[in-house]
């Protein structure tokens, strides 16, 4: 199906396009998740907790399902636990890995009509779902930046 399709090779890859979001984390540690490029610049890690979070939120408007079910407090941006320690970021990756899971369950169960309807005000669920895709796209090209810029002060 070109929805789940279209999430995963996003996700886990492969892709042509370059790193998948989980593929721009391989090999990331604690302390690179930590790194900010600058004053008031997101880390790896906030990343990592706001595509868990818009998984959620794309998933909770296919389904109608309330708010408040998610992991953390708040929306969108959240701080990094404390302590921000190897097993935190494993715990916030299998956060990650899981709030995939459950949105790609949903898209799954889905029939293909269902894709024309809306999920909100202005877009339909298709549109949401492709978004979703995209958006983890587009982080992940951040986090490969970010890395960059890690490397490039290192050896400065």
Same mark, same amino acid.
């Given at each position: 199906?070109?929805? =789940? ?11 042509? #396009?370059?790193?998948?979001?989980? @593929? ?8 690179? *998740? ?12 906030? =990343? ?13 408007? /296919? ?14 941006? +959240? ?20 709030? #995939? ?6 898209? *799954? ?5 269902? +894709?024309?309807?809306?999920? @909100? ?9 492709? @978004?979703?895709?995209? #958006? ?6 951040? /986090?490969?930046? /970010? ?10």
């Amino acid at each position: 199906m070109f929805w =789940l399709d279209a999430l995963d090779e996003a996700f886990v890859g492969p892709a042509w #396009h370059g790193p998948s979001l989980l @593929g721009s984390l391989r090999g990331v540690r604690p302390a690179g *998740a930590l790194w900010r490029p600058g004053p008031g610049r997101h880390c790896i890690w906030d =990343l990592v907790l706001h595509c868990a979070y818009w998984k959620y939120v794309v998933r909770r408007r /296919i389904t109608g399902e309330k708010r408040g079910s998610f992991d953390r407090k708040g929306s969108n941006f +959240f701080p990094v636990p404390e302590p921000a320690d190897a097993r935190a970021w494993r715990e916030d990756l299998a956060l990650l890995r899981a709030e #995939h899971a459950r949105l790609r369950a949903v898209v *799954a169960e889905l029939p293909s009509a269902a +894709f024309s309807n809306r999920a @909100g005000k202005q877009w339909t669920i298709g549109e949401t779902v492709r @978004g979703a895709a995209f #958006h983890d796209l587009y982080h992940a090209g951040q /986090i490969q930046l /970010i890395k960059r810029l890690q490397t490039a002060r290192r050896t400065r």
